[in-house]
């Protein structure tokens, strides 16, 4: 397995690459503001045929250039249904107040057409996606939005790493995903975490959509809301 990585955009949203190897089946997680043209060349430096686009949640800054990925190299986007309303309409998860200064902030950046793309496949909890020979598994976390999903593959180096996990921005470094924007639910985060992350092996490497990676066993160890379930 080939994993690469950029952080995209101004709010540095972690874009990943998750293949076979060089010249291999790729999917490309949470192509976000401004990745288009380094996703391209990312596809052209290994040799990838892009098989799917997965969003981790609806938030415009893992999604911006979801429609235009798919469009460019004819793959489905998968997403949960209950986010994929946001493919089309991503100010909707943004209060007014909070929309119209995103729209300030970010007036000099190219706002995309955002539309559903011609093809988008359900991605539920326990779905299995292929990627050539790689199989991913998605975990339904809702919390931070109510379509928030992890995607987790086997992990078949030779490092003591059972599998590699894209948590977005329910799982971070230290933290977890804020739960005060629209559709968020700290009740819901908290049984997401009980349920999805307390019962994965501590070895899983997470990849998490804005900052470095950690572990589970690193988070149960120090993460303060999960000691707190924990206790």
């Known amino acids: 397995m080939l994993l690469t990585i950029f952080p995209a955009g101004p709010l540095q949203a972690n874009c990943y690459f998750v293949a076979e190897g060089e010249g291999g089946a790729c999917a490309i997680v949470d192509p976000g503001m401004e990745s288009f043209e380094a996703i391209e060349k990312v596809i052209d430096e290994h040799g990838f045929t892009v098989v799917a686009v997965l969003v981790t949640h609806g938030h415009f800054d893992h999604m911006w250039c979801a429609q235009d990925v798919a469009a460019r190299y004819g793959c489905p986007v998968w997403i949960h249904p209950a986010d994929r309303h946001l493919l089309s309409d991503p100010m909707a998860a943004v209060s007014g107040q909070s929309a119209a200064m995103l729209r300030q902030q970010f007036a000099d950046i190219e706002m995309p057409d955002f539309v559903e793309p011609s093809d988008v496949r359900d991605a539920v909890d326990g779905a299995r996606i292929e990627v050539g020979s790689l199989m991913l598994t998605v975990d339904h976390c809702p919390g931070h939005t109510p379509g928030t999903v992890m995607y987790r593959v086997d992990y078949p180096g030779p490092e003591p790493v059972s599998q590699v996990a894209f948590s977005g921005d329910f799982l ?18 908290l049984h997401s975490l009980r349920t999805k992350v307390l019962t994965l092996p501590d070895d899983v490497v997470v990849l998490p959509g804005h900052g470095q990676q950690t ?3 690193r ?13």
Do not use: V
């Open 215 to 217: 572990s589970i066993g």
């Open 172 to 189: 971070f470094f230290g933290s977890i995903g804020r739960t005060d924007l629209t559709g968020g639910d700290h009740g819901q985060m």
């Open 219 to 231: 988070e149960k160890g120090t993460n303060p809301f999960l000691l707190e379930l924990s206790a």
